[in-house]
C-alpha cells in the first residue's frame, strides 16, 4: 500500500520558520510530482509549491520568495521550508504526489501563525 506521511507541522509566530518533509513508502516503481497544497478553514485547497523532480517547479503566488520546496528522489522525499511565515498561511498542509500514475495526498498537518 502507498502511503505519504507529512512531519513538521507546528505552531511559530509570525517572521518564524518551519520545515516540512513528506515521505513517499509503500510498493512504489514511479514518482512523478511531488508538492504542497494547503487549506485554511472555509477556503479551497491551494497550491503551495509542487516540484516535478526534473528541475521544474511553480509555486503559489502567495508564497513564492518566502517557501522554497526540494526533493531528494532516492529518499523519495519532498520538503518545504517556509520562512517569514505570515497569519495567513495558517492552514492544513497536505503532500500531494502522483505514484505510480495516481495522484494521492497525504492525511495533511497543521501549521498555526500566531503572536
Known amino acids: 500500500q502507498v502511503q505519504l506521511v507529512e512531519s513538521g507541522g507546528g505552531s511559530v509566530q509570525p517572521g518564524g520558520s518551519l520545515r516540512l518533509s513528506c515521505v513517499a513508502s509503500?510498493?512504489?516503481?514511479?514518482?512523478?510530482?511531488m508538492g504542497w497544497y494547503r487549506q485554511a478553514p472555509g477556503n479551497q485547497r491551494e497550491l503551495v509549491a509542487t516540484?516535478?523532480?526534473?528541475?521544474?517547479?511553480e509555486y503559489g503566488d502567495s508564497v513564492m520568495g518566502r517557501f522554497t520546496v526540494s526533493r531528494d528522489n532516492a529518499k523519495r522525499t519532498v520538503y518545504l521550508q517556509m520562512n517569514d511565515l505570515k497569519p495567513e498561511d495558517t492552514a492544513v498542509y497536505f503532500c500531494?504526489?502522483?505514484?505510480?500514475?495516481?495522484?494521492?495526498w497525504g492525511q495533511g498537518t497543521q501549521v498555526t501563525v500566531s503572536s
Open positions: 509503500g510498493n512504489i516503481f514511479r514518482i512523478g510530482n
Open positions: 500531494n504526489a502522483v505514484i505510480n500514475f495516481v495522484n494521492r
Open positions: 516540484h516535478t523532480g526534473e528541475g521544474s517547479i
